[in-house]
Nanobody, 125 residues
Framework: QVQLVESGGGLVQAGGSLRLSCAAS????????MGWFRQAPGKEREFVAT?????????NGGESVRGRFTISRDNAKNTVYLHGKSLKPEDTAVYYC?????????????????WGQGTQVTVSS
């Protein structure tokens, strides 16, 4: 089993930035990618970004995310980060970290084996 713990959420003003962290523990040898999803109230869970241990990164190319979020990884800490900038009220959501032992596209939540509890991000206008 792999445990994921997110941190870094909170209240941010529109135009501001944030950094979310996701620390993995347990049987981390079984995973080779970690990603971020988000879910706004009343909406489906949305893919944001994923990073593979091989170095490959995939971002949601849609207008809602493109160019404003960056995913990175600290190998030594088994931690993945999501940096967001120029935040908008529509970025308000619960942000979830997920881990996978084998991705295909990386954009589908069903490709991920483990999930964190989520961290709330609220962007005020």
């Amino acid at each position: 089993q792999v445990q994921l713990v997110e941190s870094g959420g909170g209240l941010v003003q529109a135009g501001g930035s944030l950094r979310l962290s996701c620390a993995a523990s347990g049987r981390t040898i079984s995973i080779n990618a970690m990603g971020w999803f988000r879910q706004a109230p009343g909406k489906e869970r949305e893919f944001v970004a994923t990073i593979r241990w091989s170095g490959g990164i995939t971002y949601n190319g849609g207008e809602s995310v493109r160019g404003r979020f960056t995913i990175s990884r600290d190998n030594a800490k088994n931690t993945v980060y999501l940096h967001g900038k120029s935040l908008k009220p529509e970025d308000t959501a619960v942000y979830y970290c997920a881990a996978s032992g084998g991705l295909v596209s990386g954009t589908n939540e069903y490709e991920y084996d483990y999930w964190g509890q989520g961290t709330q991000v609220t962007v005020s206008s």
